[in-house]
């Protein structure tokens, strides 16, 4: 379920706006940034048997991370990855 607040949404709106990067409507943009973040979250917190979280425990062992380390780990993968290019 999406948690993404009414300020972080308008700063997502804004963003896409100000690059030019989206040019739909603020319930499209709410809609795609909720469905992103929906993802994210099932695939870092509720999904433990998935390949994610199978390749983060083999890289590694013997270490297993908690599951709040393997979302802040991926919080700044993601962000370096794909806001280095801005």
């Keep these: 379920m999406a948690t993404l607040?009414?300020?972080?949404?308008?700063?997502?709106r804004q963003e896409c706006?100000?690059?030019?990067?989206?040019?739909?409507?603020?319930?499209v943009i709410?809609?795609?940034a909720q469905a992103i973040e929906d993802y994210l979250e099932n695939m870092l917190t509720t999904r433990p048997a998935?390949?994610?979280n199978v390749a983060i425990n083999a890289a590694t062992a013997?270490?297993?991370l908690s599951v709040a380390?393997?979302?802040?780990?991926?919080?700044?993968?993601?962000?370096r990855k794909f806001l280095r290019d801005k």
Excluded: C, F, M
């Design 5 to 12: 607040t009414t300020t972080e949404l308008a700063h997502i």
């Design 17 to 27: 706006a100000r690059t030019q990067a989206v040019d739909y409507t603020k319930p």
């Design 30 to 32: 709410n809609a795609a």
């Design 50 to 52: 998935t390949s994610l």
């Design 62 to 64: 013997p270490v297993t």
């Design 69 to 79: 380390q393997k979302k802040k780990i991926g919080a700044e993968v993601l962000a």
